[in-house]
């Protein structure tokens, strides 16, 4: 039977327009400081005692990384909608599919929506957070990776099927898929005009595979790599520098965090902005995640439980 994509939403019921952030937590602060901030270049934008507000160089934003102390998993997967009134409509139409919703405080944000999606994966909305200086230009800034801004999630379900639906209804277009027995395993969705802001790919979940930052080019995938190295922590370097051989095409670095969580680091990718553009279909096994690389077996197995809040 054909595969049947569902009908792009070009005029959505709200406007999101990216994923914006990814809340962590972590055992131990003092070592993922050291992980974020020293080794991959994330700005500090403000700390307490349970709590690390992270930002890339290039982000103006408050922070795109929150890392808090407690029990290691992750606790949400933060999106942007355009204005205030975008949030009220993004809750009636929640309530409208049959999602709860529910308004919470969050430091450094202005209101702040809570839902889940289909696949269980605990989501948060708001259309704007406090700001600090973008320091992409002070170079006396830069360290370690010099990590630019967070581009991309990525998804472990069940449910890839259901997701797609849920997310095109919300404005989401399909830039790439998967298939493998002529059932789609992994697709790749975006709003701000590149390849994806969120991935969903099949396994057990959901569970977070990877968050993903850009950095400014090829050479600051190898340089990392050679960071951990000298500082001793070759071990979290699990697969890369390589090329993605099918979606995306970029070249990539992953790394695993103190508690496991990974990282994708990459220099960029194409732009799927026009209405001409169709969503690319991949066919397994021309499905290749690594290239020239076999990717490790903790890469599809291993990802970040989803904490319960």
Known sequence: ?????????????????????????????????????????????DEDRETLWLRGLEEGCHHSLVLKLGEP???RVGLRVLTEEDLDLAQRHFERTGFPT????????????????????????????????????????????????????????????????????????????????????????Q???????????????????????????????????????????????EFGPARHFSPGLARFLYLLDPDGHRVELFPTHYQTIDIEDEPLRWQAPDFQIGGWQTPPPGWFKDASAFTRS
């Not at 054909?2 to 070592?31: C, E, G, M, W």
């Not at 991935?199 to 050479?219: C, I, K, N, S, Y």
């Open 1 to 45: 039977m054909p595969i049947q994509l569902p009908t792009p939403v070009y005029k959505p019921a709200f406007n999101i327009t990216r994923a914006s952030h990814v809340v962590h937590r972590v055992a131990d602060l003092a070592a993922s400081r050291a992980f974020y901030v020293e080794l991959l270049g994330l700005v500090v934008s």
């Open 191 to 237: 709003r701000k005009g590149n390849p994806h802001d969120i991935v969903f790919a099949e396994g057990p979940g959901p569970r977070l595979h990877h968050v993903a930052f850009t950095v400014p080019d090829t050479q600051s995938l190898m340089l990392t790599a050679d960071l951990f190295v000298r500082a001793g922590k070759a071990a979290q370097v």
């Open 102 to 189: 529910s308004w919470v405080d969050v430091p450094h944000q202005a209101r702040t929506l809570h839902t889940r999606d289909p696949a269980g994966t605990p989501l948060e909305f708001c259309a704007t957070m406090e700001t600090r200086p973008r320091l992409f230009h002070q170079v006396e800034s830069h360290r370690g990776a010099c990590v630019h801004r967070l581009d991309h999630v990525q998804v472990v379900t069940p449910k890839v099927d259901a997701s797609l639906v849920f997310y095109n209804e919300m404005g989401f277009r399909l830039s790439e898929y998967v298939v493998s027995d002529d059932a789609i395993f992994m697709v790749f969705l």
């Open 73 to 75: 998993g992750c606790e």
